[in-house]
């Protein structure tokens, strides 16, 4: 647990697009985003902030049902695509009545509403139990990308609109002199760099970003929505921000390929620090 003062990140999710567990992603983990930040004292009142819903979700919410079942977060999801939102129905504390989950999405207003998407997808014949069983005192905020608003903690969270299909949100969260900047799933333009994204993560503590493919793969994925290990380097080293992560990692990536891309990150951009189940770094 965070102490007071303090900012602290854990990773219960790190993969992109399917959970892929087994014997070869062990080391780095095989659920998809999912990643708690706790600004000093959660169980002081609302200190807890989530950041995607995927099947890391579930873990967390097992490990919060140790610490007596009930919550008190904002889940801020970058988008709805399936493996971001995929644990909501397994997340143990929203069947908690005394459980309190602020939900935001800055990706789908005007023609869609997160309540909507998210029950639609708790419905039949997709899944047994609808949203309406979770006990939890629910709010769903739609937002644009772009504003800025504050969160339970106190903390203020800034946002930007990501190149992703059907749309996506970079957060910035900014708490205690501290910026913990959140930025998946997006694509770079080659050549160039999105002066969104740098001026977001402009000399942030830590930088979390959508680096599925390596330069070499990329080519064969244009226009999936996602970017490199290599392009989240030179935003990095561009923006001087204090850590780097490399984040939402590819299904195809075993342990093996995995501390590949850590060593050439890490060549890359010294301070760099490669997403795992179970990674906690604090500030």
Request: charge should be negative.
């Amino acid at each position: 647990m965070a102490e007071v003062g303090t900012v602290e990140v854990r990773f219960w999710g790190v993969r992109g697009s399917i959970a892929c567990p087994g014997p070869d992603t062990i080391v780095y983990g095989g659920n998809t985003s999912c990643v708690e930040v706790t600004c000093g004292d959660p169980d002081g009142g609302g200190g807890r902030i989530i950041l995607d819903a995927g099947t890391g979700l579930r873990p967390l919410g097992n490990a919060l049902g140790d610490m007596g079942g009930a919550v008190d977060a904002d889940l801020l999801l970058s988008h709805t695509h399936i493996d971001h939102i995929v644990g909501m129905p397994f997340f143990g504390p929203a069947y908690c009545p005394d459980s309190k989950l602020r939900m935001w999405a800055g990706h789908l207003k005007p023609e869609r509403k997160l309540a909507d998407v998210l029950c639609a997808m708790m419905v039949d014949p997709l899944f047994p139990i609808p949203m309406d069983v979770m006990a939890a005192d629910k709010s769903f905020n739609d937002f644009h990308a772009g504003e800025t608003f504050d969160v339970a903690c106190g903390a203020t969270v800034r946002t930007c609109a990501l190149n992703h299909p059907n749309g996506a949100t970079g957060y910035r969260i900014e708490q205690g002199g501290r910026a913990i900047c959140y930025v998946t799933d997006t694509e770079h333009v080659e050549g160039t760099h999105d002066e969104r994204i740098l001026e977001m993560i402009d000399g942030a503590d830590l930088f979390i970003y959508d680096t599925t493919y390596t330069d070499e793969e990329y080519p064969s994925h244009v226009g999936w929505g996602h970017s490199t290990w290599q392009e989240g380097a030179a935003l990095a080293e561009i923006a001087n921000v204090g850590t780097y992560v490399p984040f939402h990692h590819d299904p195809s990536h075993d342990d093996a390929a995995m501390a590949q891309i850590e060593t050439g990150a890490k060549a890359r951009f010294e301070n760099t620090v490669v997403a795992r189940e179970g990674l906690t770094l604090t500030f």
